[in-house]
């Protein structure tokens, strides 16, 4: 989440939301601090008065942290709970700091993860009450989100996690021999560089690259038929690996930009959520089509000066009016081999409508 909300109630719940803030802050995590009005004062804002209002407007954005008791944020986020995949992560906390507690979205929102910090910079203890946490065995939608994979089936993966708790094995199949595998590997995860020592698992993952599911340009991105799909006991895990350099026009329009986007990602079998970060020179920081291209799928968007991506010595196109305009003869390769210096120029420029694309693909590193 990119903003999280802290609520307080009393004098020394409203003391430790001013201490979270300054982590929030620290940790570039943009943060906003209510509490009643008596106590809200230095940084803290009084408490919404139309709070089901605000927590709506805010629900499946931002994270929410409750510093009293568990009840008043069961009541609070009743109405707006729906599944782990879309809600906000909620963490409760006591007033003297002793007990950090995930309640809501804990994996795919990244609670869990939070409370962990949390923990540890303020010394406090964190209370786990999801099965896998409690029983620290491999969770496949933690794995998912922690190495920014991709996987849409979501009944299998609460298949694949039930099955961890019974004692089964999962097998993970990764045939892209440059995906590295680093660390200790969970005991419940069996990792296969081959189809056949993993076919015989009942229960089993795959994780797919860019560089093996696409040798060639294809009509359509995520149809290519995959025999595995329809096995019981199979996920379907995509590298989200891709970074695009993005050079137009000023003023272009956001849905302009999309299409244009979309378009290249298509000719190489790829889809918007695939992508890990936008690229493009700093005379774009502003540009409204881009944040909100940025916004709209939550892609990272960064910029450089013309002086940092000269850096990058040849390119596979120039363009003297570019050059004459920006300082640079190619923005949207340098932006994108800037932004991953070791990863590899997949798409080189390609010209859309106002806009032109460069794609490359960002080394995958799993390190347990």
Known sequence: MDKMIIFSFTGEGTQLNRKLNQFCKRNEILVESYSVERYAENGVLPLPQKRQEFIRENWGKSGFIFIGAAGIAVRWIAPFVKDKFTDSPVLVMDE??????????????????????????????????????????????????????????????KEISAAVLEGEKIACLIEDQD???????????IICRSREVWEPYPYKVKLESFREKRTEKVEEPGKMKNPDAEKEGFLLLRTRNIAAGIGCRKGVSEE???????????????????????????????????????????????????DELMKIRSVSDSSDFVKKVTGVDNVCERAVRTYVP???????????????????EEPVRIRF
């Open 256 to 306: 302009v930009l999309e299409q244009g986007l979309k378009e290249v990602l298509k000719e190489y079998g790829l889809e918007m959520e695939q992508l890990c970060g936008l690229a493009s020179i700093d005379l774009k920081k502003e540009e409204t089509g881009l944040l909100q291209l940025s916004e709209k799928y939550k892609i990272p968007f960064v910029t450089y000066n013309a």
């Open 342 to 360: 070791d990863g590899k120029l997949i798409c080189p420029k390609y010209r859309k409508e106002k806009m032109t694309v460069a794609l490359v």
């Open 96 to 157: 003297k700091g002793k007990y950090v507690i995930p309640i809501l979205s804990g994996h795919i929102g990244g609670a869990v993860e939070l409370a962990e910090q949390i923990g540890m910079w303020i010394e406090a203890e964190v209370v786990h009450t999801t099965a896998t946490d409690v029983q620290q065995k491999f969770a496949v939608d933690v794995f998912a989100r922690k190495y920014h994979l991709l996987f849409k089936d979501r009944k299998k993966a």
């Open 179 to 189: 995906i590295i595998i680093e660390g200790k590997i969970p005991k419940e995860l």
